[in-house]
């Protein structure tokens, strides 16, 4: 009933920049926190940026500085501004969505960052 679709991944050169978004439908009738998660093979999922229902927003460590989340209410997305790319950020990227108190999560972006 609920599905979250992703876009905005892709191949990019060191230094460069990508926008990452994520857009919930069906029926919905509240949204709590949302999420970017990123994964590499062999390695757990990892919390890239989190950002709550009144705008608070964390970030790891890693990405601080660099990566900004952001969300429209109003269109049921979030979004994951990357600049500054590394290649250490090449991962398959997911994100989660709190809604109706259950957390739903995408299908995953690939982004890859080459040196």
């Known amino acids: 009933q609920v599905q979250l679709v992703e876009s905005g991944g892709g191949l990019v050169q060191a230094g460069g920049s990508l926008r990452l978004s994520c857009a919930a439908s069906g029926s919905i009738l509240s949204i709590g926190a949302m999420g970017w998660y990123r994964q590499v093979p062999g390695k757990q999922r990892e919390l890239v940026g989190r950002?709550?229902?009144?705008?608070?927003?964390n970030y790891a460590d890693s990405v601080k500085g660099r990566f900004t989340i952001s969300r429209d209410n109003a269109k049921n997305t979030v979004y994951l501004q990357m600049n500054s790319l590394k290649p250490e950020d090449t991962a398959v990227y997911y994100c989660?969505?709190?809604?109706?108190?259950?957390?739903?999560w995408g299908q995953g972006t690939q982004v890859t960052v080459s040196s």
């Open positions: 950002i709550t229902s009144g705008g608070s927003t």
């Open positions: 989660r969505q709190v809604i109706n108190e259950a957390s739903y």
